[in-house]
């Protein structure tokens, strides 16, 4: 039984910590009077996008048919054949 060989770990260096983040500095969208208005406008736009698809949902429910939904359950026409 032969072994296999194996290459040799090596160790790996630390990374350098993150610095540290400067006083009076936020990553807050609402901390300035633009990201404000950002904010305030994507949320404008989802409840739009919301609206929109809830309202393409209804209209899809409702262009279901008696006819489309009886489809699933029709049974074949043909006849068996009949034994020799």
């Known amino acids: 039984m032969s072994r296999r060989q194996v290459q040799k770990v090596m160790p790996i ?7 540290p ?6 990553n807050s969208i609402f901390s300035d009077p633009d990201g404000r208005w950002v904010a305030k406008r994507q949320g404008e736009i989802n409840e739009a996008f919301e609206k929109r698809m809830r309202l393409q949902s209804d209209q ?14 029709v049974e074949p026409l043909e006849k068996p054949a009949a034994k020799l």
């Open 13 to 19: 260096s630390a990374t350098a910590s993150s610095p």
């Open 21 to 26: 983040v400067a006083v009076g500095q936020t």
């Open 60 to 73: 899809d429910t409702d262009l279901a048919t008696p006819a489309d939904e009886g489809a699933q359950n």
